[in-house]
């Protein structure tokens, strides 16, 4: 009788070498996006009156939502630091992500009351295809966006605490019911706020396929290893080692600052063509950057899901 062995544990807790190929990834993705498209909106670019009129149109913050925003933003960057700069075991580093979570949901809650405010649409590229972004609804994606990212930062400093518990093991780290519950919840949340609907999108608009696949794919696929039987495989997890809580807090910042970024465009400030195609840039090397993260976890997934079939069958 013939066994294929599991071939040996491969360590990725150490990500040198991936986040050296994400960043390169990111970084030739980015051009080449930036090329293409920057070549394609002068070719049929239409300075007209329309546009220059969109570009009046104002946003008038409440106070709660201004101040809320800029301290999620300075709140957010103290996180960033201190996870970079101290062990997440440390109790300042939680601190400061707890805070910084509560700041963003503050803002994202405040920001919702608004969306009516923002101008429903504008024509960015009409040539060789559509890019017509929906103002209001990518705004209020962007806030369900903010609510999941910091319900994850809370969830993995709440792990990181040992304030949930835990009963059996399963690939090496405590899981319990609560742990169930939570990767159920975000992998709904995701489905229903995140992926697109025929009668949702415009499947003729390339702005659903410059934004809100990007953003579908990004974040159901981290929903997805949210349940405990996906995310950890050996030693290694996909909220600690993989996907881990600086990269949430990066994109977190990138949310924040594209979201301010917009309603400078809609104040007249900054151009808003340049604005979308700058947020897209965002966007794609986001998802870019976690997936050279991703592929090397999921291909471990794979292989061992394969090597237990093969030893399945043997038996």
Known sequence: MTIIMMPKYIDLTNYGSTDTLALATFSLYALAIAITLSALSKRKAKPNSSIRERRRLRILFKNSHGISGILSTLLTCVAMFAQKTLPSSVFSTSITSVCAVIASVITASSGMSIVDQAPKQTVVMEYPFKVVPPHRDAFTRTGFSIYYLSARIFWNTAKTLNLLGGSTT???????????????????????????????????????????????VGLTADAVFQLPI?????????????????????????GLVVAFVFTLAFRGVLGLRKCYWSAALVVHGIVAYLISKALPFVGMQIMSSYTQYNISLEL
Not at 186 to 191: G, N
Not at 203 to 214: A, E, H, K, L, R
Not at 231 to 242: F, H, K, L
């Open 170 to 216: 399963t690939g090496g780290y405590d899981v319990n019911a609560i742990d169930w519950v939570w990767g159920c919840i975000a992998l709904c949340y995701a489905v229903k706020y995140f992926l697109p609907r025929r009668r949702d999108v415009d499947w003729t608009n390339g702005n659903t396929y410059i934004f809100v696949v990007p953003m579908a």
């Open 230 to 254: 996906l995310q950890s495989i050996g030693e290694t997890c996909w909220n600690d080692d993989v996907i881990t809580q600086l990269d949430l807090l990066c994109v977190l910042l990138s």
